[in-house]
């Protein structure tokens, strides 16, 4: 029996009024009905027209004739997951040195619509300082430069974007490569002994490959260490010393602060003659100097003109003692021994002038130019760093 029109309109609107589907107005609501999953949308019994939203999808659907029809997304932004290396590392990344060993990162992401997700990245100025990237879908190579192609920068970011076609979705990163480190120890000259077990009296040699001239004997068995080899050694008669004269090349106006260190020995207390510890000097011009010394059971540092600053406190005669000299761009110079403030003063600045300087360890060059004023002690482990070291 064909049900009338009367009938079918007061059973729609006893289901709407059912369901409360009227507006303010009094006009009919087309409402959806909401659903899980698309399973769980019926196949019987249900009109054409009627409205179906899916919550595990996010989409509308609506009753035709053969079916079910999605008639709209609710197009929402893709989430990125995570971003992150196979070792689990993530932001800020820090690439290799070598120039040539990737990192390799993973970004994971999903689409609540189901939609296929596109991975792309865009770098910024400091990133196309410092590497490259490249991409396989959602794995990302990012290759380092080498020192020498790379820029000034030493950071940079990748924003990293999921795109489901319609929204994306963005997540940046941070990448830092560090060759060489302001303020840290960067070190331009440092001696060491060349020889077999502390016995062979080869000439010491520098670890930066400065050229090194010498004369006298080096190693010896007297050293402030277990089982090391003394790099410089000077007897009473002796006229020994090390010679380096491009060890402050590297010291410019950008980069002034430097420290001078090393472990000493002395050998005579009380001794009147002037003994260098170590000598900076212009070869010629003598107002460019900086020169370490000891006299009388004092410390003494010459530096600009020929001004000498002398301490009030003696040196340790007959034992081994640690000997730092700074060179500080705003404060000065700084004396040291074993951590113990032993002469300070405000000086002019001298770094460019220190790097024409021929350098000697256990002596320097008198008012001839000639090489003199020899210690009488011994020396190992000196070097030379193109910092400031912080004494506490």
Known sequence: ????????????????????????????????????????????????????????????????????????????????????????????????????????????????????????????????????????????????????????????????????????????????????????????????????????????????????????????AKSPYSRRSVIFRNDAAGTNYIRADAALDSLTSTTPDCTFEGWYYINSAGNTTFEALFGCNAANDGDNILIAAYKSNKLEIIYNKQTTQVSTKNIPVGEWFYLTVTLDSSDGLRAYINGQLYISDTVETLHAALSACDFLIGAEFDSNESVGNYLNGYVSDFRIYLFLIQII
């Open 1 to 220: 029996m064909t049900e009338s029109l009367n009938r079918k309109i007061a059973r729609r609107y006893s289901k709407a009024v059912s369901n409360e589907n009227f507006r303010s107005d009094g006009t009919l609501l087309a409402t959806a009905t909401v659903y899980d999953s698309t399973a769980d949308l019926p196949t019987s019994g249900i009109e054409r027209g009627a409205q179906g939203y899916v919550s595990s999808n996010q989409r509308l659907y609506i009753r035709g004739t053969g079916g079910w029809y999605n008639i709209a997304t609710i197009n929402n932004t893709p989430t990125i997951n995570s971003v992150q290396t196979a070792g689990g590392d993530s932001s800020p990344f820090t690439l290799a040195t070598d120039g040539s060993t990737t990192t390799v990162i993973t970004i994971t992401a999903t689409d609540t619509e189901g939609f296929p997700i596109t991975f792309s990245a865009t770098t910024d100025v400091g990133f196309d300082s410092i590497a490259t990237v490249s991409n396989d879908s959602s794995v990302f190579t990012i290759t380092p430069l080498s020192e020498d192609s790379a820029g000034t920068a030493t950071s940079g970011t990748l924003t990293f974007k999921a795109s489901d076609g319609v929204n994306i979705a963005s997540e940046v990163a941070t990448f830092t490569i560090v060759f060489k480190v302001d303020n840290s120890a960067y070190t331009v000259f440092l001696v060491k002994g060349s020889g077999n077990n502390k016995t062979n009296d080869a000439a010491p040699t520098d670890a930066k490959s400065n050229t090194v001239t010498s004369s006298g004997t080096y190693n010896t």
